[in-house]
Every structure is written in C-alpha cells, then in structure tokens.
C-alpha cells in the first residue's frame, strides 16, 4: 500500500483525451453501451478508462517517460495509433503529404489527379501509407482510426516496453490494470460508483479486469448497467442463445400481426410508416384544423400533404409524391407557427394557450384549462380540443420499394380494428402490466404532457397501434423469457422501442428514418404531427447483438440510496448531479411505467420507484447537505490511502466553489483538476452559456489537522499556481501541445483548491454558513475570491509573446480574451469550449461576435477584414478599443489597398494617438507575427499589412 502520488495527480493528456472523447461520441448509436437503452449524459468509455489508468499507474521523477507509458497502454501513441488504423489514407492525401523524391518515386500525375505508378506493390503502398500516417497531425490520424475501445491487443513491440517500465509481468492490457491496482492496494481493487446512471464506470472498470460495484437511486440506471455488465461479459454460445431468443419472441408476435391484418394494405404492401397529426377546432371560424409545424413529409421523394377544404367545415389531406417546386414551397407553411394556430381558412392566428385554455387564477397562479384524460382512456373524447387523425401512410413492398398515399377507406378501417382489438385486451393487459397503467407523478418536466395535451398517465402518450403492438410483445415475452437475462434482454428491447415509439416520437422529412426518439433531449416533448412504426420496424430495436467485451471479475450492482452505501472500495469514480438540469427520476419513470411490473420478477431484491423525494438533484441548502452525507459515506468505505475522481460539469467559479465546500465538509481534499472537452456539433453556443465539458476532479481523504488564516494562502497559492503552470510547459509535447491556456487556467482552479481543502480549517472561513447562505446577485464568497485570485495570477504569468507586464495589464479584458485566443488559435485549437473557457476567466459575456466560427471543434476567431468596420464605437465594450481600432485600420489599409489609409484612420480616430503610439506598435507587431503562420493562413495578408502599419505608425511624425 502507498500514497505515492498518482499520474493523474500529476499530468493528463486533455488534449488528446478531448479528441479521443469528440471521436467516441460522434460514433452516435455506434458506441458501445447505447444499444442497451437510453441513459441522459454518459460519460465516454475512454474517459473513464484514462481516469482509472490515471489514479492506479504511479508517477515518477521521470514524467516524460511516465507519459508515454500511460499513452502505450491506451494507444494514444505513434504504434498504437497505427495498431488502430482501419481505413486507408487516399490517394489524394498521401500525395499532398509526400515529399519531392516520393512523388517522383511513387506517383504519376497528368496534372489532374495523382495516381499509383503500374509497377507499385502492394508493401510498397502500405509502406507509404505508415510514412504518410506518421507525418499527419493528432486530429487527422483518428480520421482513420478505430476508437481505443474497438482494439483488442497492444501492439507486440508496446507491451514489453510497458511491462519493463512498471515493473510488471501483464499480456494484455486487463492484467497491466489488475497488476497496478494489486501494487498499490495489495489486491485487485474495488472501484465504485454510487451515480452509476448508463454504466459507462462500471463497465469500464469491468472490463479492465477490476472488481466493480455500481448503484443508483434509480432502478432503470441499475438496469442498464447491470445489463452492462452482465450482457456483455456472456460466453459467445450464450451471446447466440439470446439472439435466437429474442428472434422468437419478435417473430411469433409478428405473425399474429400479420395474422390480424392491421398493417398490410390489399395489394400485400406493408405499413412502414403512419404519421399522425392533432385537429382543433379554430375559435374565430369554428373550422377543424389539422395541425403541423410543416406538411413537407419528405424533401427526397418531394412528397408533401396539400389541405383541401371539405364540406364538413374541414379540411381534407391530400399525399402527393414528386411534388411540384411551388407545392413543397407551400407545405413549408405549417398550420402551426411559433405556438399560434395559422387557420388556413380565415386566416386568423389564435395562442396554443388560448385553446387549452390555460388561465390565471386569483393567486397570479397558472391553471391548465384541458380535460385530464381517465386511466380508462386511450382515445380522446369528441369533446376535447386535441383530436388526433391519420393523415398519412408510407408502405413498402417486397422489393423495399415505398410510396406515400393519403389513408384509404380500407386502411382507416384497419385503423378501427386496431381500436377493438386494444379494446379487448386493455384492462387485461394493464393488470399484468403489458401496458401502464401507472399515473404521471407532476414535475419539472413530467408535467409537460398534462399541461399540452392532458394526459395524466403514461399509456396516454402512446396511440392505440402503439399500444397494441408494443403489448402483444410484453405479452409474449410473458410466456417465452424463463431465465434472468432473457426477461432482462427483452425488457432493454421494450425500452429501446418506446424511446422511438409514442406520440412524442417526431417525424424526420428528409424521409432517411422511421421516426426520432422520444429523447433527443431531456425533456417529454409533446408534437401536433408525430410518427408511428409499424411493428417489423422495431425488430432492429428489440433484437440486440450482444458480443463478449470481457470475462467479469467479481462485480455487484442494485439499486440503493448513495447515502447508504456499505461497500468498501479502494477508488470511488462518480459523476453526481451537480448543477445538472437533467430530471432523471422524472424523465425515467417513461420506461418505469412499462418496466415496473416485469422488474420484480427478473430482480426480486429491486424495488421499481424513483425515488423522486430522495433523489439528489439541483441545488439549495438540502442539495449540499445530501451531498456532504453521500460523499463522507463514501469517505468512511474506502482506505487510507484510496482515491476518489468526482466528475462534473464545468459552468463556473461559483459551481466549483460549492462543490468544493461540500467534498472538503466531506473530509476529501482536492489534489488535481482536469477539464476534458467533451463537445459535438449539437453544443453549439447560446448567449450567456459555455459549453460544459467534464472536469475531473481528483481527491484523497483529509489527514491533516491544521488550521491556517486567508492571508496565509495567498502566497502559497501563488506559488502553486506558478509551479503547476511550469511543470505543465515542461512536460509539454512542443509538436502536438498538450496543454492550451484554458488548461492553464483550471489548473489556477485546481491550484487553489489544492492549497485550500490541504488545511482542516481556515480561520476566516464559516463552512456551515457559506454551505447554507443565500448569496446576494453579484456577491462572491470567500472561495470564489480565492479562485479568481489564482485566475489572476495565472493571466499575470501567461502573458503572450512579445508584451511586457505593462502593455499586457493596459489592455482590456475584451481585447486580452482576443489577443489570447489569437495566441491559442495559432497552436491549431478550434474546440468552442476552450474560447469560452477564456471568456469565463476574462469576464467576458459577450463574445460570440468575435467568432468567425462557432461550430464545435471548427472555432475560430473573425480576422480584421472579417469584422469591417461592423459595431465600430457601439455600445460594447471591444467596440471603442484600441485593438478594435487598430482592425479597423487594417481593414482600411487592405479595402483602400494602401497602408497609409490605415495609418491615417488611427491618427484621426483614436484619441490620444500620440500617447498610444507604442502600444499601437506592440499590438500590430503582435498581429504581424503570423505573416508566415503556417496554421494561420486566413491571416497572412493582415498580418503583413500590419507589419506595414507598424513600421508606418513607428516612423510617424508629427
């Protein structure tokens, strides 16, 4: 046993492990644990892989070395990015990275398109091909290749390297796991989670060869991660077992479909798609409207739904494909626009609200005016102002061929049959649980569906064909699944098909699916226009391809209370609720209402509630101190000597001040902080929000029992920060740098809170009262001062090339964030969220206008010419700067193709030109640096047009 310090405590490669992550969550439904079910906010695989190598490989006084052992072993370096090389470099690139005598050797080239020489071998190809590979950048080398995850073995040359350097006998990588936790903890060690949530701790964790317990509050989470870890870890004759059951399962259920003829039309086509709308009652006229944002059905096949008034006061649907350019232009135009009813027949907008009747009463309090629908009800009453109608239908024959068409006579009396055989089976089926019958439990978001369409219990958010389909399968499941996994491998597939099966399941027009998932967010969207599948297109839903990741050590999962945690682990890894809008016990009570009474019978031990008044969620004096209990539970059952990680959302100084309250009350003390971008295109950027990557935060127990005085911290938490920056550069890779100003800057954070939670007690420091003091708008506690203390000292000591202290504490915090993120961009960063890490430390809110680009991982700033002479002396605060000023000039001197009119703008439009003059050469003298920039190309010519501005501005006279 030894606490000795741990890798992790030391360095981490964000850089790479940010990449690696982006890479793992762009892979969507491809990643490894979303084909058991839907879970809010996994945490990626390598992530948790790279913290728990990070707190079980020992750091050493050779950090270089310690680095690129800890790359090996997760394939991050040169040979294991070549081991994870799946697709070959074209011919176009590998020629583009050539060098002269390869060309000549290799290529023939007609001046259009580079080709293979006839007499290249296939070695000699794959030998240019690792040559090439070699050459690219970090970012184009996973371009090409498999996730970590996805390779088996280390490459053969790695593996005695690592084995020599740790001082270990492994043959994969499971034993090089196994072999450093029994060094540090005498033993294979324990590493838990009590937030286990989708399971991606646990299951990594298993499946690096470590013993596992996993809990939750939650018992869909526990189902989920259970299956993680039991599903996966099947011998491969078992792993078909379950394939073939499932199969049987689908397939009886889908001949008494076939048998009842709800989904095949006359002419022997299938069902594909039914799309549904809501129809009101427009108050102005009194005409039934169907409702729809859209009526484009598919941009493709150009097909489009066209109303038609009828003479009921109506409207019929008419389904024409291959519409014409004016028609798909008029089925932009919904009956629905921004939450009003258009009515296309008077033309006149009325409130969603207003139809609902949703009112005030004399409380100033909001009352919904729709009828609560009865647990009896699976339709609407005439009387309701939601009607619900099939206004489409998209078949498929034999040949896979599909056709849109208006619904028949015929189809709408299949759609009646649907109703009488759900009918028949309704109250049956709800007492077996087939199909809910459980009421929706009000809350942030479960109210949604009450307030929009007045469903109060769950089986009202799925249509009768819904409803028929997904129970006849439950019922079959019933009676074939005898063992464990079976009933559990079926009731994942349940809860795969709902998440894309119900009335808040929106229809995608690009006609490439079937219909999206309930969840694309988190929240419980009602539509007016939705699809249906029929039941065959859920077969790839229900029927899962279960392969053996890993064979399980010893591992335990339930659902529990984390307050009440009696297990011992030697590493605690959790990612809490903290400053964390998602409602998980509410939006998982969806797949509870159908799982709850099949749950009992696989888990006998679980109970099938969620805990909504014991789940730990949001914020308040309650939140922290739950908090407080759960983490010094965790504290009290785990070594000495044991570690814990605790992972969270990065949003602000005050987030990290809270949290470190409540770990520190806990008796845990902070020793590293990592911030890992996490971001993918959906992140995006919104006024006043970062994106949030996850931080990690690394903790050992509190031993010490001193107690110091604030005016004691400064000076080491000075110095801390400065030597964390320091060994940081030092241990930087210059060619692929690893660590940017944004991981500076948390590392301040990290620094702080190091020095601070190392003490037992600081004298001037009340933990109870901040824990549990309402602070006033704008008023920082005494934590977050000493955070952006350490921030301020972190930008002191980060000052870009070619300023001094002086002109560097001149500047605005608009223009230090610009000129920073100028300096980071030319290191090739384009993550959005290492821009908005900036912009947080600076104090800069507004920002995006700087942005030339803010899609994730494509960020940049705009150039000079870019900008123009657009907001120049608004009302912002970077408009009536000096740099602002000094782009304006270049703009002009780049327009007017002469510098002197640059030259002349600063002279007359900045006051006090002559007092500014050296700082004006400072500024263009940093913009000039990257003249030849090779990763600021969009910056050449305004870089040597300010070199121009320079030498002009420092020849002036007057």
Known sequence: MTNQQSFIEVQFPVSKMSKEAYKERKAGAGQTLTGLGKWWGRKPLILVRSALLGLLMPATDNPEKDREIFEKILTLDPDGLWERKNKPITVDVLYANSTPSEKQNYYTNNGTKPAWKPDISNDQKQELQKKVFARLSYDEKLR????????????????????????????????IFQALGKKRFGDIPWIGDCFCGGGSIPFESARMGLN??????????????????????????????????????????????????????????????????????????????????????????????????NENNGFDIEIKMNATNEEMKQAENGTVVDSNLDCPHCHKKTPITVLRKDRKNANNEMEYGLRLWEQEEFLPKPTDVFQERLYCIRYEDKNQKRIYVTPTKEDLKREEKVIQLLSERFKVWQVKGFIPNKKIEIGDKTVEPIRNRGWQYWHQLFNPRQLLVHGLLMENIEKKAKTQKEKAISLLGIGQIINFGSKLSPWQNDDSHISQQVFYNQALNTFYNYACRPYYGNKELFIMSIIKKFNNNESISSPSDARQVTRFCHIWITDPPYADAVNYHELSEFFLAWDEKMLPKIFPDWYTDSKRALAVQG??????????????????????????????????????????????????????????????????????????????????????????????????????????IDSMRNLDDKEEPNFYDPDYLLAAYAASLKILTSYKKIEDINVQYELTRTKKKGEESPIEKIIYQAVKIAYDYLIPPGFDTYSWKMLTPEERFYLKSLDMEKDGVNQLSAYQELARGFGVVEYSDFLASKKANEARLKTPTEMGMKGIDGDQPFSSSLLRHIFAAIHQAIKEEDPAKGKNWLKTEVTGYWGNRNQIQ?????????????????????????????????????
């Open 144 to 175: 090409y290749c498999l996730r970590p995850e996805e390779v088996d073995q280390l490459s053969a040359t790695s593996l005695p390297e690592i084995n020599q350097y740790l001082g270990i006998q492994a043959t994969n990588i499971q034993e």
């Open 212 to 309: 596992t317990f996993a809990s939750d509050l939650n018992p869909i989470a526990m189902l989920l991660t259970w299956a993680s870890l039991n599903l996966f870890s099947v011998s491969p004759s078992e792993a078909k077992e379950l394939e073939r059951f499932q199969k049987e399962v689908f397939n009886e259920a889908d001949s008494i479909i076939t048998e009842w003829g709800i989904e095949h039309n006359e002419e022997d086509m299938r069902g594909n798609s039914y799309l549904y709308c809501n129809e009101v009652k427009c108050p102005e006229c009194g005409w039934k409207i169907p409702l729809a944002p859209s009526w484009v059905i598919g941009t493709k096949t150009k097909t489009v739904a066209l109303l038609h008034p």
């Open 619 to 724: 914020t308040g004096e309650n939140f922290k101190h739950s908090m407080i209990e759960i983490y010094r539970n965790l504290a009290n059952h785990m070594p000495d000597d044991g570690m814990q990680i605790v992972m969270f959302t990065h949003q602000d100084v005050a987030v990290w001040a809270d949290l470190s309250l409540i770990l520190w009350s806990a008796g845990l003390r902070v020793t590293a902080a990592w911030n890992i971008a996490t971001e993918t295109e959906s992140a995006g950027l919104k006024s006043g929000n970062y994106v949030k990557g996850t931080v990690l935060l690394v903790l050992r127990k509190l031993v010490s029992n001193e107690t110091a005085y604030l005016d004691e911290l400064y000076p080491q938490i000075e110095q801390e920060v400065k030597n964390q």
């Open 922 to 958: 400072i500024l263009l003298g940093y913009i000039s640096s990257f003249s030849s920039h090779s990763k600021m190309t969009h910056w050449h010519q305004e870089a040597e047009t300010a070199r121009i501005l320079q030498e002009l501005v420092k020849n002036d006279s007057v």
